[in-house]
Each structure stands twice: as structure tokens, then as C-alpha cells.
T-cell receptor, first 117, second 111 residues
Framework: DADVTQTPRNRITKTGKRIMLECSQTKGHDRMYWYRQDPGLGLRLIYYSFDVKDINKGEISDGYSVSRQAQAKFSLSLESAIPNQTALYFC????????????????FGPGTRLTVL | GEDVEQSLFLSVREGDSSVINCTYTDSSSTYLYWYKQEPGAGLQLLTYIFSNMDMKQDQRLTVLLNKKDKHLSLRIADTQTGDSAIYFCAEAPGDDYKLSFGAGTTVTVRA
């Protein structure tokens, strides 16, 4: 089984609809992240969470919200989807390892392709 | 702007070497990373280099770091068709463990 799973894998929706993307992990990591990928722009961080009680905005959080329901689950919501939110969305996790200082390997899910019409 | 920069495309003949270049922004980044994204998949860490190193070699991969110029490169020797992917350079600016990614270089290996 995959360590980081995302549902759905593909979603087509209409402008104004509320959408939730879900992420689950079995790696036991405390840190979870949501990114969006757009061609030519790379990955941009939307939100991140260092534990269940810690939620932080990334560089492009407007129009998005998140919920960290448990250590293993981190959901991304689009309250009212708009066409420029059409993108590939990735969830990622990482673990803090005190013996490796600031080393930050992130483990990515397979992505959710979202199309907003 | 404060962006990690990479060229967007690289085409290379099978068997040749590929070199992907990156300029990063934060001299305090302790580690610098190369991630690989294969078609239809998420990113996976390919290799990384600690900031006090100039070079790291790992089988067919060589990472070069020039801290003075904030320049990072990835060389893939004997490039194979399975190396066709998008390669992302990433840094960890500041002290809160987030990663900042470049736009990604799409490497196409031709026969």
C-alpha cells in the first residue's frame, strides 16, 4: 500500500462549488503539506501543518482552507472553486529527525488533478 | 523576486550526459535537494547535498554546489530513457523546514 494517498485522483467541478481533497498517510509523520503544481511555475505551498494543533499558511493560501483531523489526515478545501484553481494538487509529509538537523525529505502522494469549469 | 530558478526544458540523446542547472536564493539553506517527478506520479527525492560540500556523487548522479554563486547542478551520466522526467531543485530557506521549489526542468531523452 502507498504511504501517502490522495482522494480523489481526478475531479471536475463547476465554478462556485465547494470541493474537498483528502490526504492520508501511514508513515507516522507529524508534518504535512499541501502544494499545487502549475506548468512552468513548479510547486507552490498552500498550507502546512507541523502537528495536529499547528496549521500555517503557505505562499498561496487565499481561496483555500485546511483541516488536520488527525496526525494521519490533512484535508484541503476550496470553499468556492474558480477556474484559476485548476491545477495538480499534491499532499506531502515529512518527519523531523533530530539527529539529522534540518534535513527535510518530503514524501509525496500521487496527486489530485482538479479541473474547475 | 525571490525564486529558485531552473531552465524549463532539456533534450538529451540516450547515452549522453545531462546537466540541469539551478540558482537558489537563501545562503542559509543547510541542505539543497533534487526531486524527480515521473509521468503521472508525485515527486520523489532523488539526491541532496549538505551545504558544506562542493560535490556529491551517487552512482550516475553528480551534484555540484557553488555557494558563492548560489548555483546548484545535477549531472546524470549515461542518460537512459527511464531518466525522462521533471527534475526539481529545492531549498529550505529560513528555519521552519519548508521547501521552496524551482519550476522544474523537463528532461526528454531521445534515442
Amino acid at each position: 500500500d502507498a504511504d501517502v494517498t490522495q482522494t480523489p485522483r481526478n475531479r471536475i467541478t463547476k465554478t462556485g462549488k465547494r470541493i474537498m481533497l483528502e490526504c492520508s498517510q501511514t508513515k507516522g509523520h507529524d508534518r504535512m503539506y499541501w502544494y499545487r503544481q502549475d506548468p512552468g511555475l513548479g510547486l507552490r505551498l498552500i498550507y502546512y501543518s507541523f502537528d495536529v494543533k499547528d496549521i500555517n499558511k503557505g505562499e498561496i493560501s487565499d481561496g483555500y482552507s485546511v483541516s488536520r483531523q488527525a496526525q494521519a489526515k490533512f484535508s484541503l478545501s476550496l470553499e468556492s472553486a474558480i477556474p484559476n484553481q485548476t491545477a495538480l494538487y499534491f499532499c506531502a509529509t515529512s518527519d523531523f529527525q533530530s539527529d539529522r538537523g534540518r534535513f527535510n525529505e518530503q514524501f509525496f502522494g500521487p496527486g489530485t488533478r482538479l479541473t474547475v469549469l | 523576486g525571490e525564486d529558485v530558478e531552473q531552465s524549463l526544458f532539456l533534450s538529451v540523446r540516450e547515452g549522453d550526459s545531462s546537466v540541469i542547472n539551478c540558482t537558489y536564493t537563501d545562503s542559509s539553506s543547510t541542505y539543497l535537494y533534487w526531486y524527480k517527478q515521473e509521468p503521472g506520479a508525485g515527486l520523489q527525492l532523488l539526491t541532496y547535498i549538505f551545504s558544506n560540500m562542493d560535490m556529491k556523487q551517487d552512482q550516475r548522479l553528480t551534484v555540484l554546489l557553488n555557494k558563492k554563486d548560489k548555483h546548484l547542478s545535477l549531472r546524470i551520466a549515461d542518460t537512459q530513457t527511464g531518466d525522462s522526467a521533471i527534475y526539481f531543485c529545492a531549498e529550505a530557506p529560513g528555519d521552519d523546514y519548508k521547501l521552496s521549489f524551482g519550476a522544474g526542468t523537463t528532461v526528454t531523452v531521445r534515442a
